[in-house]
C-alpha cells in the first residue's frame, strides 16, 4: 500500500478531543447492535406473559425473553399522569410508564412487591431479583396520533414520524446495583451480559417493544374489528427515546480502562477494514447504498439547536461530494486499498463528516468489527498505586502520557470556571460556576487535568530520587492523582485530553460521544447540558429478528 493511503490507529491527542467526542455517529460496535445481533443469532424467544390493561392502557404487563436455560422479564406499570406532572427532568415523581427487568419470571408476589415499589422509582425498595430500574413518558402527540390512526384502520403519518421517531422516552435506565438493585458482579459472568451495557441495552429494547403492544391495545380498544397492528416498516423505524443530561457524563472520567477498551476497538476496526486491499462487487454495492442511506438520513434529520443544525448541513454537503468523487474515482473494479483512498479523501470534512464516514466504514465488515463488539468491556479498572517508584520516574510518566497539559493556563479563571457535584434532591451529577456558586469544596474527583497539573508541579520541589512513597506521606492529597497517572500510562486511550472544569467545556460533548457506543441517533441537544436522542431506531421487533437484513439499520429512513 501506498504510504500516503495507509491508515493507521490514530492518536489519542487526536480522538479524545471533546470537539470530535461531541460529533459522534453510533457504529456496528455500538452497544444495541451488538445486542441485536446476539439475539438474533441466538434465536431468543419473545413471549407476552401477562398483560393486564384497561381500555386506556393503564395497568401491569410482563413481557419475557428465553435464552434457553435462562429468562428475562420486563415488568411494566402504565399509569395516567396528570399533565401538570409531566416532565423529562430527574427530578419528577410520576410518569407515564415504570419498569423492572426481572431475572427470571416473577411469581404473584413478586408482581405485588414490584407494584408498591417500582412507580416510586428511587423512592422505592428493590432487590437482587430486579437488574434494571427504569421509567418512561409518552411522546404524547406521536402516541395518540398513532393510536387514533391504528384503530381507524390506518398507518400514522411518515412526516410526523419522522419528526419523532419514537413513542416514548425514558428519562432514566438504572443499573448495576442502584438503589438494591443487583450489582453486575452478580450477573456480569453470564455471556449475554459480559460486554458492555447490554443488561440495560436489553431492558430498553423490551421498552420499545411493550410501546409496540401498548399503543395496539389502546387502538383495538377504540376501534375494534376496524383497528389495525402497526406496519412492520413502521415498527422498525419507530425508535424509543431518551432524554440524558449530565448524569453520565463523568462515567468518562471514572473508567478510564472501559474507555481505552471501546476507543482502541472502533479504532482497530477501522484500521482493519482500510487494510483491505480491494473490495468485492456486493461490497460495492453495499457502500454505495449506504452512502445514499446516510445522506437521506442526514436530510431527514432536523433540530432547534443552531450550532447543530449547520453541522447537519455541513455533512450533507460533504457526504453529497463524497458520492461525486466516488462515482469519478471508481468506475471499474475496486483495487488498491479503496477503503484506505476513502477515508482519507473524508479526511478534509467536518469533525462529524469524518465521524459520519468512519460508522459507514464499519458497516463493511468481514467479521472482524463484530467480534470486538462483543468484546467492550474489562475487568480490571485500576490497579494499586506503585509506592516503589520514584519522583522522577512519576515525574516521566507524566511528561510522557500528560504533555497535553501545556496548552492550559490552569493560573486564570477561565481555566477552573466549573465545578462538578452531587445534586442532594436525586445524587445525580450537576454543573456549578465556581465564581458564583456555594458548593466548590464538595466536587467530583472529575478535574484529572488540574490535579494533575498541581501534582506535576509539587513533584518538581522534590529530589528525583526520592521514593514516591516518602513523597505522598507528607502530601497525601496527591495520591489518587499519582495513581490515575500510573494507570492512564498503561491506557493510551483512556483519557480525555481537555480540562472538563474549564470555559468553553459543553458537557453535551460528553453525553454524544457515551450515547454513541450505546447506538443512539437524532441527537437533539436542548441546551449544553442535556439532549434527546432515540434508542434502537431502524431496529427489528422481535417478530422481525429473523429477517434477512435484521442486522441493517444503520442511518434508518424514516417509512415511505
Known amino acids: 500500500m501506498p504510504e500516503s493511503q495507509e491508515v493507521r490507529a490514530r492518536c489519542a491527542d ?26 438474533a443469532r441466538e434465536q431468543w424467544q419473545f413471549e407476552r406473559v401477562l ?32 399533565p401538570e406532572k409531566r ?10 410508564a415504570t419498569f423492572n427487568l426481572f431475572d427470571g419470571l416473577p411469581a404473584e ?71 438494591g438493585c443487583s450489582d453486575r458482579a452478580r450477573i456480569g459472568d453470564r455471556e449475554e451480559f459480559r460486554s458492555a451495557f447490554q443488561v440495560e441495552m436489553l431492558c430498553v429494547y423490551l421498552i420499545r417493544w411493550f410501546t409496540f403492544e401498548l399503543v395496539e391495545h389502546i387502538a383495538r380498544c377504540r376501534g375494534g374489528e376496524a383497528a389495525c397492528r402497526l406496519d412492520g416498516g413502521v415498527k422498525r423505524y419507530l425508535g424509543i427515546g431518551n432524554a440524558t443530561g449530565l448524569g453520565m457524563a463523568p462515567f468518562l472520567v471514572s473508567h478510564p480502562a472501559l474507555l481505552h477498551r471501546w476507543v482502541e476497538a472502533k479504532e482497530q476496526a477501522l484500521v482493519h477494514v482500510c487494510a483491505r486491499p480491494s473490495a468485492t462487487p456486493v461490497e460495492q454495492s453495499r457502500w454505495l447504498a449506504l452512502l445514499q442511506r446516510a445522506n437521506s438520513h442526514m436530510h431527514e434529520w432536523n433540530v432547534d439547536d443552531l450550532q447543530q443544525q449547520e453541522r447537519i448541513q455541513c455533512v450533507r454537503e460533504e457526504l453529497a461530494s463524497l458520492a461525486l468523487w466516488t462515482e469519478r474515482h471508481y468506475p471499474r473494479p475496486w483495487q488498491d486499498h479503496p477503503w484506505a483512498a476513502l477515508f482519507r479523501q473524508a479526511e ?15 458497516e463493511i465488515d468481514d467479521g472482524f468489527a463484530d467480534t470486538l463488539a462483543d468484546q467492550l468491556f474489562t475487568d480490571v479498572e485500576g490497579e494499586p498505586l506503585d509506592v516503589t517508584m520514584t519522583v522522577g520516574e512519576l ?40 465564581a458564583i456558586e456555594a458548593g466548590s469544596e464538595l466536587e467530583m474527583p472529575v478535574t ?18 526520592t521514593p514516591l512513597a516518602h513523597f505522598l506521606v507528607s502530601r497525601p492529597q496527591h495520591r489518587h492523582v499519582a495513581a490515575r497517572v500510573q494507570q492512564i500510562s498503561q491506557l493510551d486511550y483512556g483519557e480525555i485530553r481537555d480540562n472538563l472544569i474549564g470555559d468553553g467545556m459543553r458537557p453535551i460533548d460528553l453525553l454524544r460521544f457515551k450515547l454513541a457506543f450505546f447506538g443512539a441517533s437524532k441527537f437533539d441537544p436542548k441546551s449544553e447540558l442535556w439532549t434527546r436522542i432515540a434508542l434502537f431506531q431502524g431496529a427489528p421487533s422481535p417478530q422481525q429478528l429473523t429477517e434477512p437484513d435484521a442486522d441493517d439499520w444503520a442511518f434508518p429512513l424514516q417509512p415511505r
Open 14 to 39: 487526536e480522538l479524545l478531543r471533546l470537539a470530535r467526542m461531541g460529533a459522534a455517529y453510533p457504529t456496528r460496535l455500538s452497544f444495541s447492535r451488538a445486542l441485536v445481533r446476539r439475539m
Open 51 to 82: 398483560f393486564d390493561l384497561d381500555t386506556d392502557g393503564f395497568g401491569t404487563a410482563v413481557l419475557a425473553v428465553h435464552l434457553g436455560r435462562r429468562t428475562y422479564s420486563l415488568v411494566a406499570f402504565s399509569h395516567y399522569l396528570d
Open 87 to 96: 416532565t423529562d427532568r430527574v427530578i419528577a415523581e410520576a410518569w407515564d
Open 109 to 179: 408476589e413478586d408482581l405485588t412487591r414490584l407494584a408498591a415499589n417500582t412507580p416510586k422509582q428511587e423512592a422505592g425498595r428493590f432487590t437482587a431479583k430486579e437488574l434494571v430500574l427504569a421509567r418512561a413518558n409518552k411522546s404524547v402527540r406521536l402516541f395518540e396520533h398513532v393510536a387514533a390512526s391504528l384503530a381507524q384502520g390506518r398507518q400514522p403519518s411518515p412526516d410526523l414520524l419522522g419528526r419523532v421517531g419514537y413513542l416514548m422516552r425514558t428519562t432514566a435506565v438504572y443499573g448495576n446495583g442502584k438503589f
Open 348 to 362: 478534509a470534512f467536518s469533525l462529524e463528516g469524518q465521524e459520519l464516514i468512519t460508522a459507514l466504514l464499519l
Open 395 to 434: 515525574r516521566a510518566l507524566i511528561d510522557t502520557h500528560y504533555h497535553w497539559l501545556e496548552r492550559i493556563d490552569f493560573y486564570t479563571p477561565r481555566a477552573n470556571k466549573f465545578f462538578w457535584y452531587y445534586s442532594n434532591e436525586k445524587f445525580e451529577p450537576r454543573l456549578g460556576q465556581r
Open 448 to 465: 484529572v487535568a488540574r490535579d494533575v497539573h498541581r501534582l506535576r508541579t509539587a513533584l518538581q520541589s522534590a529530589q528525583v530520587s
